[in-house]
Every structure is written in structure tokens, then in C-alpha cells.
């Protein structure tokens, strides 16, 4: 399980970095923009969690290897947008990032619940990690984030994975069951709210 969860997450990472990637691509931001966008998108999350629960190192500060990897796929996107893979990598890249967002979700929920965090908090961590490095990409391009607009559901999805994770911990599950069930029950959520188009009801504004 854990060897598992660790490919989970590395499958996530560079699905974020993709999408961000991808974003700077279209804006025809140059290189710097493209890996600053990739970079934000991977660790923008994590990091804002890292901060709010005063933990240090940054996670990508100790894990700089992550660095290196985002920083080595930006090098390699532009060889496969010559080879005219970006449709297909544009198709493929919702299902790791589904996969990314349901353990980021997870693992950040028991980070917090390991610290002695309030179940409400614990999740809302778990929310922040998987998705406010989309959140923080969309406002670096002058953008409404996507998660606050109406699209299919997002961190909705996070939301009901982390308290997957709240309640098998409550039980005494061990903690690699409930972070892969909570990861889980978020992935299959957003993948299924892409496929049938899920949203939240639009809040109606009354007339003046």
C-alpha cells in the first residue's frame, strides 16, 4: 500500500505539472512562465497547506528531487507538442490528475488529523493540498479560479474523500486503508462528475 500511494502521488505531481504546463502553453507564456506555472500547479497546494500548519521543511524543499523532475518534464513537453502528442496528453491528463487530487486530498487530511487538527480543519487541509495549486495558477493568468466557478465538481470531490479519511480514522482503520479509500471515493467522484457533468446548483440572483 505504501509503494503504492508513493506512484500515486508521483502520478499526480506530474499530472499538475502537466495541466500547468499546458496553461502556460496557451497563454504562449516562454519558458520561465511555463515552468513557473508547472512548478505552482504541483507544489502550490502542499505548500500553502505547509505554511498554514507551520510545517517546515516545504515539503518540496526536502523532497527537491520533485523539483528537478517538474523542471525536467517542462524541458520535455515542447519535444512532445513537436511530435503532436498535446491532444492526446490534453485527454489523458484528467485521470492522473483525478488520481493526484483524491491523494493529495487524503494525505493532506491525516497531516492535519496527525497533528491534532479538528476534523472540519483536517479537511479543509486535505482541500487546500489537492486544489490550490490550480487555484493559485488561474490568478497568476488573471483568472476567476475554476474551482470557484461552475464546472464540473472539483474540490467538492476533495471535500468527500477527506472525510472518508475523518471517519475510517474515528474507526481505527489503519491509516494507509483510509487515506487510499478517501483518495478513492475523491477520484471516482471527479471522474464520474467529468463524465456526466456534475455541477453544484447555480445560486439564482434575484432581480433588482
Known amino acids: 500500500m505504501e509503494i503504492a500511494l508513493s506512484w500515486a502521488e508521483i502520478a499526480g505531481l506530474i499530472a499538475f505539472a502537466v495541466s500547468g504546463y499546458l496553461e502556460a502553453e496557451r497563454r504562449g507564456m516562454d519558458p520561465i512562465g511555463h515552468f513557473a506555472l508547472a512548478f505552482v500547479a504541483a507544489f502550490g497546494g502542499g505548500t500553502l497547506r505547509d505554511l498554514l500548519i507551520d510545517r517546515r521543511p516545504l515539503f518540496w524543499i526536502e523532497h527537491h528531487e520533485w523539483v528537478v523532475a517538474v523542471l525536467a518534464l517542462s524541458l520535455l513537453l515542447p519535444?512532445?507538442?513537436r511530435r503532436r502528442a498535446?491532444?492526446?496528453v490534453e485527454r489523458a491528463v484528467q485521470w492522473p490528475d483525478a488520481i493526484g487530487m483524491g491523494l493529495f486530498a487524503a494525505t493532506g487530511t491525516a497531516l492535519a488529523l496527525d497533528i491534532g487538527l479538528p476534523p472540519l480543519i483536517a479537511v479543509m487541509m486535505g482541500v487546500i493540498t489537492a486544489?490550490?495549486?490550480g487555484v493559485i495558477v488561474d490568478v497568476l493568468c488573471n483568472e476567476v479560479p475554476r474551482?470557484?466557478?461552475r464546472t464540473e465538481l472539483h474540490a467538492t470531490c476533495a471535500f468527500a474523500g477527506g472525510w472518508v479519511v475523518v471517519?475510517?480514522?474515528a474507526l481505527g482503520t489503519p491509516r494507509s486503508i483510509a487515506i487510499g479509500a478517501g483518495a478513492a471515493i475523491a477520484f471516482g467522484l471527479r471522474m464520474a462528475a467529468v463524465g456526466r457533468g456534475w455541477r453544484l446548483p447555480a445560486v439564482e440572483r434575484s432581480d433588482p
Do not use: S
Open 86 to 88: 498535446r491532444p492526446w
Open 167 to 169: 471517519g475510517l480514522d
Open 79 to 81: 519535444w512532445l507538442a
Open 147 to 149: 474551482i470557484f466557478r
Open 131 to 133: 486544489t490550490f495549486g
